[in-house]
């Protein structure tokens, strides 16, 4: 019995529904003669056929897809390119949600009522599935030419020479490098060519979301020092009712600890590795970090905790202090929803007016704010056309309708979008400008283990197997919960786990 070529079907499979894309359309195209019209259904009908046939041949394990299908599918595209007559540009977005793909399907319809003669697709892709696209569409020989996708996936298809660095550049210097936060054009970086692999494009940031009425009537700094937070976090249980001073992540079965720690430990200056790919996850440094964390158990939450138990312990009135995402906002105002499905009603009407936003964390050797960067990726041997077509998505009105679909979590990376989407949703007016403000300024100092622009794909692979393992949530529990470590046996414990994982990757 033969086998399939699965690998030729997955790349004929790409091919097809960029074919059938084409011909079907997401965006309203030109009118065309009758003639054109008549040659692209003729292709549709081949196309189809071909889908059949394709179909079938999956189906029936013993037949063997003719080679000659490859050939078959391109001469077609050439066809379908030449009697369309316009340049093709696919845009993949991990905005997949029908309401977002709808609003870039808006933008690209403006941009293209504009210019007659480019066709913007916009493909909606899953995040945790484009690694696997992307290799599908490599050995297809079919990039996209534009790619919306989060900061960790810039600087391993930046190695493997997969984003075309001279368009991203050209485009920033379009729109207006002086425009851009300083913070996201170093995430988008190459360390080892010194460009930028990437535009940014939009994001969110985590944060200490604190009691600032509390705060200002007791006289307590914003919990931005270490000291500051263990002292408000002492302080706090006792007023207006509180019970804790914070909510901390404690459940070593969620990242939520893993999250919160990164910023803790980069606040420090600890890394899982240094300069030269050494494990350094026992440096007295990481101890430090790991004894400023579990310490605030002291005054926090009793534990196991993550998000969700702290979220509600804040909203209830029941805690001072807790570490989320600027997605809170909203819930700050209505209360948030519950696992019985059920709200929360919370402590006060008024909670996101008392509420404080500290993004930045000050440790004893540096400063970190934690959060996520998404760019648009302009890929190898991409159209010229994309670098306007980035250009237009990041331009006005335009970036702006995209930062509405979800305002709280897309914070603008432009300094001339930020007055305007502070104002796009109704829920920014429960906070005071100043909170906005800091919202908008977490890019400038928001870094992760993942973002170390001197690490290469081993050390990134490592780090994200240290998330995926719940490392460091473990040994959080077992410091602050269970007791069966101290910061110094936790830290070894880590490095001897780091070390074994690297050993597995190399």
């Known amino acids: 019995m033969k086998k399939l070529n699965w690998r030729f079907i997955s790349m004929v499979i790409v091919i097809l529904s960029m074919l059938l894309t084409a011909c079907g359309g997401q965006v309203e195209a030109p009118p065309v003669d009758s003639a054109a019209a008549e040659k692209v259904a003729e292709l549709e009908s081949q196309i189809s056929a071909l889908s059949k046939q394709l179909e079938e041949a999956v189906a029936d394990t013993e037949v063997v897809v003719d080679p000659a299908l490859q050939a078959q599918l391109d001469d077609l595209q050439k066809q379908l390119q030449a009697v369309q007559n316009r340049t093709v540009v696919e845009f993949w977005t991990t905005d997949n949600e029908e309401d977002r793909v709808k609003m870039y399907e808006e933008v690209a319809g403006k941009y293209m009522a504009l210019h007659p003669e480019v066709d913007i697709r916009i493909v909606p892709i899953e995040e945790a599935g484009i690694s696997q696209r992307i290799s599908t569409a490599v050995a297809a020989n ?300 977490g890019y400038d100092s928001m870094q992760r283990w993942l973002f170390r622009p001197d690490y290469d794909a081993t050390e990134r692979a490592v780090v994200g197997d240290i998330e995926g393992r719940l490392l460091i949530p473990q040994v959080l529990s077992n410091i602050a919960i269970e007791g069966s470590m101290t910061p110094e046996t936790g830290a070894e414990w880590l490095q001897e786990q780091v070390e074994i994982l690297i050993a597995e990757r190399q």
Request: charged share 20%; hydrophobic share 45%; glycine share 10%.
């Open 142 to 441: 079919r990039l996209p030419d534009i790619v919306r996708l989060g900061i960790e996936r810039v600087a391993s298809f930046a190695a493997d020479g997969l984003l075309d660095e001279d368009a991203n550049i050209a485009a920033i210097e379009a729109i207006g490098v002086d425009d851009f936060r300083k913070g996201p054009l170093t995430m988008v970086t190459n360390a080892a060519t010194g460009k930028y692999a990437a535009v940014p494009f939009d994001g969110w940031i985590q944060a200490i979301w604190y009691r600032q009425d509390l705060f200002d009537s007791l006289g307590l700094p914003a919990p931005i020092k270490w000291e500051d937070i263990t002292n408000a976090c002492m302080t706090l249980p006792g007023n207006d009712n509180l019970l804790y001073g914070i909510g901390l992540g404690t459940d070593p079965g969620q990242n939520f600890g893993q999250q919160i720690f990164e910023q803790v430990a980069i606040s420090n200056n600890a890394w899982p590795f240094d300069e030269a790919g050494n494990v350094t996850m026992n440096t007295p440094e990481m101890v430090a970090a790991l004894e400023f964390y579990t310490g605030l158990q002291e005054c926090a939450i009793p534990g196991p905790q993550y998000w969700r138990g702290a979220r509600e312990a804040y909203e209830y009135g029941q805690s001072g202090m807790m570490f989320y995402s600027t997605y809170i906002m909203d819930d700050l105002v209505d209360g948030s929803g519950k696992e019985d499905g059920s709200v929360v009603e919370l402590a006060y009407d008024d909670l996101a007016g008392r509420t404080g936003f500290a993004p930045s964390m000050e440790g004893p050797n540096g400063a970190a704010t934690y959060g996520q960067l998404v760019a648009l990726g302009i890929m190898r041997d991409a159209d010229p056309v994309a670098i306007d077509v980035v250009k237009f998505f990041l331009t006005g009105d335009n970036y702006q309708s995209i930062l509405a679909l979800a305002p709280m979590g897309k914070v603008p990376v432009l300094e001339s979008a930020v007055d305007e989407w502070s104002t796009s949703s109704n829920y920014f007016e429960f906070y005071p400008a100043e909170t906005l403000a800091a919202v908008a300024a």
